[in-house]
């Protein structure tokens, strides 16, 4: 990865599509490896790294990409995600479901709880009142 295209590539992000998301969902993977929350709620096992990168892609696929804006330089090695507000909320059942395989992939029986009650706190401490966008992920490989 050449950093210093990266890092100007970064001061006119483009937004992430199709074409670019699995290349997000790797960026994003590996800029999440080391994160203390992320490996709080994360599974101990050899599956881990896969896991995260299986969370990473759905998220693009199912939730990124149709409901909200993902910038990057366009050379890669970093991402933010913003999502609406108006696109937050309860979920419905189809679409908790939906996600269930992913969340049980990324967290494992034994921390599943963990995410649980992450998502409870975060919902309690969203603010819904008025309108904005939302980070919901904001990273960067390692190298970069």
Known sequence: ?????????????????????????????????????????????????????????????ALALPSGETLRPASGGGAAIWMASETQGPNSLRDELRALPIMLGLTGWARFSRMIKLRGVMDKAHPMERPHAYLWFLGVTPEA
């Not at 950093?3 to 970064?10: N, T």
């Not at 969902?25 to 590996?30: P, S, T, V």
């Not at 490896?33 to 709620?41: A, E």
């Open 1 to 61: 990865m050449d950093i210093e295209q990266m890092r100007r590539d970064a001061e006119a992000p483009v937004k992430a599509d199709a074409a670019s998301a699995e290349a997000v969902a790797c960026d994003l993977a590996a800029a999440f490896v080391d994160d203390p929350l992320f490996n709080w709620f994360s599974r101990t096992d050899g599956r881990r790294d896969q896991a995260r990168l299986n969370f990473f892609r759905f998220f693009m696929k």
